[in-house]
């Protein structure tokens, strides 16, 4: 079944050109130095909490004021994607810092016991941000091959033991959010290419995740390189991949369109990692390229990667132009179709 047939059959009825964002938006500066001062016990988990949900309902406001298709929560609770899955499950101790990239740092968890999902992590913030729309919002996790790549790991024999170990627990919070009613979900996975030799394990993870579930499954990786694991990486079972390409100077486009994409792709269309706001027409001009390698019912429009190394201001613009260009392009296609 291709994606937007499975989409209609779980109820779920988009435009040509779905518009997306990844996952992170932003956190407002007074929900930044509110986590400062959590971290510091100067103010209590509830009133976190607060000033997340308000941060949570300014993003989901301005998404619905601009049209998203398919909206964020924006992961105001979250301060990076690998260390909030660890501190939430068995299994992990929190390590030191550690550089990801520019100036940008993490503390890179330590798995030292069985892994375990002990209770939702992120249903209720789904829930929360479903509460303020009705359009269908993306429920967002980080895949087991990515959470191990990103680990120390002093329990497990091998990166292959610990990755399927994670996979099979995060299974659950899948079945969760299902059950909560969410129907797309997006599986990160950023170390897809990072070992092309591994590539048959972030497969069997993805598969150990969600085979068998009702939900149609998105999964996001950027910044690699794509070509070591393409064409192998389409063998992942899910049904979208949604992909960076502004920042890499879509030069993945003539790959696809040589060989062939055979499943949903969710094409970044603005660089997350630049201060410079695309505009419209830039945006509906990467569009219509896009569209030259891909049918337009198998085409999803989004940034490059989640949005939060920008400020407030510039990730709303960065949104605002991809909506409104992606529109120029619907119109476009309506009329033809006439």
Partial sequence: MNGRRKLEALGINLPLLPTTAVGSYPKPVELTRARTAHARGE???????????EATAMWMGFQNEIGVDVPVDGEMYRGDMVAFFAEEMDGFERGGLVRSYGNRFYRKP?????????????VDWWR????????????????????MDWSFNEHYPDRREAALAFSRELRKEVEALIEAGCRIIQIDEPA?????????VAIECMRVTTEGLDAYFLTHACFGAFETVFPGMLEMPVDNFDLEMANSGFDLVETFH???FGKDLSFGVVDIHSHVVETAE????????ALQ???AENLWVDPDCGLKTR????????MRAIVQGTREVRTELSAVAR
């Fill in 128 to 147: 929360y941000a479903q509460s303020l729309t009705e359009a269908p919002v993306k429920g967002m996790l980080t895949g087991g091959y990515t959470v």
């Fill in 110 to 122: 330590i798995i030292t016991s069985e892994i375990g999902w002990k209770q939702p992590m992120t």
């Fill in 258 to 260: 040589r060989h062939g």
């Fill in 293 to 295: 390698s891909m049918p």
């Fill in 282 to 289: 830039q945006v509906a001009e990467r569009v219509r390229m």
């Fill in 43 to 53: 103010i209590d988990h509830a009133e976190l909490r607060r000033l997340e949900q």
């Fill in 192 to 200: 897809l290419s990072v070992r092309a030799g591994e590539l048959d």
């Fill in 311 to 318: 400020t407030v201001e510039e990730a709303q613009a960065k």
